[in-house]
């Protein structure tokens, strides 16, 4: 599969779901996916969206029924999507980026983080200075006062600090947030089906898309921006819960394998909309709520990515996961070699909470790192050696999220990374002291 590039990229494994049905007996019993589904589409050979009713599998919309995405898209209030771009696929255009290339900045947003998060958001804005401009993003002035609050006894200056004002009803950007691609001349939102009741959040690519003058290429299909790790030369990573969220069912036929069938459409169908040239689709942690691929896995080069490992005296079902997506990986070549995998320790789940150390935000030369203060000290510092060896030239910092262990989320989860090619709208864009003289002013009115 040659790229623009002259990269390519290869997977001795055949299918890209083939090895997901050799993975049995005890271990696949117990990987039960419970995950939120994004609709049944009933589809015959030859025919892409019948106009056979499927009712929706969604928790919160299980009585609703759609006939199409676009049909599903109308009982959301959503607008309707775009068809497939077309797209030369010889050519690499336009192309998502890896997040440990250069960033123009960092997406945050303080909805629902403060006050309870302050220390969280205290700690990012002093790691990121020298390093990466951090916008943040806020709903209004309560929260500009809050985040002012929690910001200006910092003993350092802040000025790569700005405020943007974008309603949102959460702080989980990377999920519902723009994917930001490149084109040859210019920049593509592009913008997954959402799959939720939060409408504020849903209108955010879209909306990030007028505001800086990108193309909006809407999808159809759904995904969480944590389930899609890119390399930056056609590679993708992902979890089986893209199976789950993306359901299709074909007519049985004779001497067909009907879920490889309805899988490589599913596939298919995102690569027509990303101008992804593979998507490898690994299993997710067991017992993990969003069952999302940064959960446990990120690249450190379009030819590096660390993958997770477990002590499998404690948890051995997720080391054999861990270890099963490892050996999977190895199998993908590009350029002709295979895809180097380096393991990092992770602490054992405690409950439903994980201390992800791959759910990290690379942010040019700075990697923040979350933790708890329940980890074990030993696997820390080995996971922190793991990243001093892999990212040589970077600074290796950790962020305390206790406070966040039951929201089922960390670092990665909270932010957008704005590649060195999307411009900001600098217009619109409040400054740290700007915000600090302001709050002062409404603090001397009361």
């Not at 497939?84 to 050519?91: G, H, L, Q, T, V």
């Not at 990012?124 to 993003?137: F, G, K, Q, Y």
């Not at 999977?328 to 405690?350: A, C, E, N, S």
Request: hydrophobic share 40%; proline share 7%; net charge positive.
């Amino acid at each position: 599969m040659n790229m623009a590039t002259n990269n390519s990229i290869r997977v001795k494994t055949g299918s890209p779901v083939c090895c997901l049905a050799r993975f049995t007996g005890a271990l696949v019993l117990a990987l039960s996916l419970s995950c939120t589904v994004f609709g049944q589409l009933y589809i015959s050979s030859g025919q892409s969206y019948p106009p056979k009713p499927a009712k929706l599998a969604n928790d919160d919309a299980a009585s609703k029924e759609a006939v199409t995405p676009e049909e599903a898209q109308r009982l959301y209030n959503r607008p309707k999507t775009n068809p497939p771009p077309k797209f030369d696929p010889k050519s690499k255009w336009p192309r998502i980026a890896g997040e440990f290339e250069e960033q123009n900045a960092i997406l945050i947003s303080v909805s629902e983080l403060l006050p309870q998060h302050g220390g969280v958001l205290k700690r990012i804005a002093e790691l990121t200075e020298n390093h990466v401009p951090l916008v943040i993003l806020f709903n209004d002035s309560k929260q500009v006062l809050e985040a002012v609050k929690v910001l200006r006894d910092s003993k350092q200056s802040l000025s790569h600090i700005s405020f943007l004002h974008f309603k949102l009803d959460t702080v989980w950007l990377r999920d519902f947030g723009p994917v930001l691609a490149e084109k040859e001349n210019g920049v593509m939102s592009i913008d997954f089906f959402y799959n939720g009741q939060r409408p504020t959040d849903d209108h955010f690519p879209r909306d990030w898309a007028k505001l800086t003058a990108a193309e909006h290429n809407s999808v159809p299909w759904t995904i969480q921006g944590g389930n899609l790790l890119c390399n930056g030369i056609g590679l993708a990573l992902t979890t089986t819960r893209i199976f789950d969220d993306n359901k299709v069912i074909f007519k049985r036929r004779p001497g067909v394998n009907i879920e490889q069938e309805q899988q490589k459409f599913v596939l298919n169908e995102f690569k027509q909309y990303t101008n992804l040239k593979h998507i490898e689709v690994l299993l997710p942690l067991q017992n993990e709520k969003t069952k999302h691929v940064d959960m446990f896995a990120t690249f450190v080069n379009s030819k590096e990515v660390l993958v997770a490992k477990v002590d499998p005296r404690l948890d051995p079902v997720n080391a054999r996961i861990l270890d099963y997506n490892a050996k999977k990986l190895q199998r993908i070549q590009i350029d002709g070699k295979p895809l180097t995998v380096h393991r990092i320790p992770i602490p054992v789940r405690r409950g439903t909470s994980w201390s992800p150390y791959t759910n990290v935000i690379v942010a040019n030369r700075l990697i923040m790192m979350p933790v708890m203060q329940t980890d074990d000290r030993a696997t820390m510092r080995d996971a922190i050696e793991v990243y001093r060896n892999t990212f040589p030239n970077h600074r290796i910092a950790t962020v305390d999220i206790t406070t966040m262990a039951k929201l089922q989320g960390a670092l990665h989860c909270m932010s957008i990374h704005v590649p060195s090619y999307v411009p900001l709208p600098d217009d619109k864009l409040v400054s740290y002291q700007r915000a600090v003289d302001w709050a002062k002013k409404q603090e001397a009115k009361k």
